[in-house]
């Protein structure tokens, strides 16, 4: 019997089993079964820190048919000059399992290296092939996120409960501050660029990019670092992985930051973390949000934006203090899908507006942020 052929299982926790055929990794893993409805970018979302840890289910049928693009003699990402990777959002696959309804072994593109089994087999990484996605995603509609387990045929089993991560966004945080300076110099950028601090909580590298590509110098600090002593023009909350009520340090130190009144602007995980640091409440979403085709509508315009998304927790609108209100909501459902304070500099956004894969029609936030990083600091 051939690697490829040799059988696997997705469990779930309410005790559904879905059959299927292993790829990648031939291991058993454990994690948190979530969905996502994008039709391509499977390379920047297996590599997406806000995935640590859960067990990917892709909606869209074939998977893998352009390969992974990658140096062809060590198998490594390409990096720019800063080390940040340029087909991917992090250095490694952050999924712990991929779960598809058909992998193509044999992908045909011009950038590609090897196949998307390859590249999950150099990572550790297990993946399932042949389940009926359409009856997952139903059953996960339904039911919930709940925790899963991919078994291979000839390989230890494992628990349930071995994927559960206490605080996954200290796994995906950078563990030393960096510095990386602006690219784009010219009209409309100030001689001086500004000084931005981005919040890594398990930032994804296009927020690096739109950043750096805009002639803005970028501060990379740890999830838990003391912003204190720090020369910053603006605060940029990064997306991650798992409940913001674990970011207690991150959470602290943004409410610090409220006092000292500079420009703060936040996505994803920086939005929960945001209003939870206004004082606001937050809840786990019954399946979450992770998808490239969210509609979004912002409040008092009307105008409504096609989003990338990825998040299982929510703000709790109701809990939203005085002087803060939504910003944007969900056309689908209604959740908070963004928060901003009244009068003051501060905004988050539950979407992303650097999407990666895109839809990017929002891109022009970050825009609107250095702008007012700028016009508050009219020296940068």
């Given at each position: 019997?051939?690697?490829?052929?040799?059988?696997?299982?997705?469990?779930?926790?309410?005790?559904?089993?879905?059959?299927?055929?292993?790829?990648g990794?031939a291991?058993?893993?454990?994690?948190?079964?979530?969905?996502?409805?994008?039709?391509?970018?499977?390379?920047q979302?297996?590599?997406?820190?806000?995935?640590?840890?859960?067990?990917?289910a892709?909606t869209?049928?074939?998977?893998?048919?352009?390969?992974?693009?990658?140096?062809?003699k060590?198998?490594?990402?390409?990096?720019?000059?800063?080390?940040?990777?340029?087909?991917?959002?992090?250095?490694?696959?952050?999924?712990?399992?991929?779960?598809?309804?058909?992998?193509?072994?044999?992908?045909?593109?011009?950038?590609?290296?090897?196949?998307?089994?390859?590249?999950?087999e150099?990572?550790?990484?297990?993946?399932?092939?042949?389940?009926?996605t359409?009856?997952?995603?139903?059953?996960?509609?339904?039911?919930?996120?709940m925790?899963?387990?991919?078994?291979?045929?000839?390989?230890?089993?494992?628990?349930?409960?071995?994927?559960?991560?206490?605080?996954?966004?200290?796994?995906?945080?950078?563990?030393?501050?960096?510095?990386?300076?602006?690219r784009?110099m010219?009209?409309?950028?100030?001689a001086?660029?500004?000084?931005i601090?981005l919040?890594?909580?398990?930032?994804?590298?296009?927020?690096?990019?739109?950043?750096?590509?805009?002639?803005?110098?970028?501060?990379r600090?740890?999830?838990?670092?003391?912003?204190?002593?720090?020369d910053?023009?603006?605060?940029?909350?990064?997306?991650?992985p798992g409940?913001?009520?674990?970011c207690?340090?991150?959470?602290?130190?943004?409410?610090?930051?409220?006092?000292?009144?500079?420009?703060?602007?936040?996505?994803?995980?920086?939005?929960?973390?945001?209003?939870?640091?206004?004082g606001?409440?937050?809840?786990?979403?019954?399946?979450?949000?992770?998808?490239?085709?969210?509609?979004?509508v912002?409040?008092?315009?009307?105008?409504?934006s096609?989003?990338?998304q990825?998040?299982?927790?929510?703000?709790?609108?109701?809990?939203?203090p005085?002087?803060w209100?939504?910003?944007f909501?969900n056309a689908?459902?209604?959740?908070?899908?963004?928060?901003?304070?009244t009068?003051l500099?501060?905004?988050?956004?539950?979407?992303?507006p650097?999407?990666?894969?895109?839809?990017?029609?929002?891109?022009?936030?970050?825009?609107?942020?250095?702008r007012?990083?700028?016009h508050?600091?009219p020296?940068?």
């Open positions: 019997m051939t690697k490829r052929e040799t059988p696997a299982r997705l469990v779930l926790e309410d005790g559904a089993e879905f059959a299927g055929w292993s790829f990794a291991r058993a893993q454990a994690g948190e079964v979530v969905f996502t409805t994008g039709m391509t970018g499977y390379p979302t297996l590599t997406d820190p806000s995935y640590a840890g859960q067990l990917l892709m869209y049928p074939l998977v893998g048919n352009y390969g992974v693009p990658l140096q062809k060590t198998l490594e990402p390409f990096c720019d000059e800063d080390g940040i990777p340029l087909h991917f959002e992090s250095e490694r696959i952050q999924v712990s399992g991929l779960v598809v309804s058909e992998h193509c072994r044999e992908p045909s593109h011009f950038a590609s290296s090897c196949s998307l089994s390859a590249w999950l150099k990572h550790g990484v297990p993946g399932i092939c042949g389940v009926d359409r009856a997952l995603t139903q059953r996960l509609r339904e039911q919930g996120v925790r899963g387990k991919i078994i291979v045929d000839g390989a230890d089993d494992v628990t349930l409960d071995s994927g559960d991560r206490a605080n996954p966004v200290a796994e995906v945080s950078c563990s030393e501050v960096r510095v990386y300076a602006g784009r010219g009209e409309g950028v100030p001086v660029p500004l000084r601090v919040v890594d909580c398990g930032a994804k590298a296009n927020i690096l990019r739109c950043l750096l590509s805009r002639g803005a110098e970028v501060v600090v740890p999830w838990n670092c003391d912003l204190a002593g720090l910053y023009d603006g605060i940029f909350l990064s997306n991650g409940d913001p009520k674990s207690g340090k991150t959470i602290a130190t943004v409410r610090r930051a409220f006092a000292v009144g500079k420009p703060i602007f936040g996505i994803c995980l920086g939005n929960q973390i945001m209003a939870l640091a206004a606001a409440d937050t809840y786990k979403l019954p399946y979450g949000h992770r998808a490239q085709n969210q509609p979004c912002e409040v008092g315009t009307r105008r409504c096609i989003t990338s990825n998040h299982g927790y929510a703000v709790r609108a109701e809990s939203l005085k002087d209100e939504a910003w909501v689908n459902d209604g959740t908070v899908e963004g928060v901003r304070a009068g500099p501060f905004r988050a956004v539950q979407f992303h650097e999407g990666c894969p895109g839809p990017r029609d929002t891109e022009y936030l970050i825009d609107e942020f250095l007012e990083c700028a508050r600091h020296g940068r």
